[in-house]
């Protein structure tokens, strides 16, 4: 019997997954489902580089401003979501687009993911707490002392991974990656990946184009607006905390937009790594 399809369109940040995720939709006459672990949330915009108001209208995206800033959005709740909206669309089209940069939702998507147990939310609020104010070689230290494992294998870099696998083993006593069995589920569609790759300069040069084109268009401004919420999850991101180290006087606007350009290369870099180690 035929089986529906999802074409899952991952790559860097920059790479140009956007216009080619609606291309693939158009010539199918079918809609997207992002993978995007910040154009959900609807206060942000600019910075999070969500397709344009006319690209929105010429397909119709899922989780993309479907989620407030207050929600509470991780794989789990990601995975459920786009299972449910990839289900909807093969009610009435064969073939489904996903579109994303977020490594972790994709292979949930795609393999599943294992349960983790609720933890304490007293606890996760004192480990994002104390991040803020000492920043991530506090959390480095905890997670070196306290999980030797994910310390070893984990992403240490990672401050949301980090806060995520520190909370995991104070709430239940084991390590977050003891929760990873590597099990993959069977989905009852067929999965396409297709990973978007260009020469490494190409996409520096693109990365810094953007960041540029993101300050012309006001992503400053978007920035004042959002920095009283500047201590939630959803605005740990790059684009947006360099601003506010600005706005906070630790560092000038130049630096900051030099910073968001770094750091920007540099996760897409990671990303690039991720991508090539799951697709193969």
Known sequence: MYRKTCIVISGPTAVGKTDYGIE????????IISA???QCYKELNIGVAKPSPGQLKSVQHYFINSHSIYDDI???VFEQYALDAVNKIFETNDVAVMVGGTGLYIKAFCDGIDDVPLVNENIRDTINGTYQKTGIEWLQNEIKKTDPLFFTSGEIHNPQRMMRALEVKLSTGNSILDFHS????SRDFEIKKINLEIPRNELYERINNRVDSMMNAGLLKEAEKLFTHRRLNALQTVGYKELFDFMEGKVSLDKAIDDIKKNTRHFA???ITWFKKFID
């Not at 590597?182 to 589920?185: D, H, M, S």
């Open 24 to 31: 693939i939709a158009h010539k199918y006459t079918t809609h």
């Open 182 to 185: 590597g099990k993959k589920v």
């Open 74 to 76: 991780n794989v789990k």
């Open 269 to 271: 870099k990671r990303q």
């Open 36 to 38: 995007d672990s910040r």
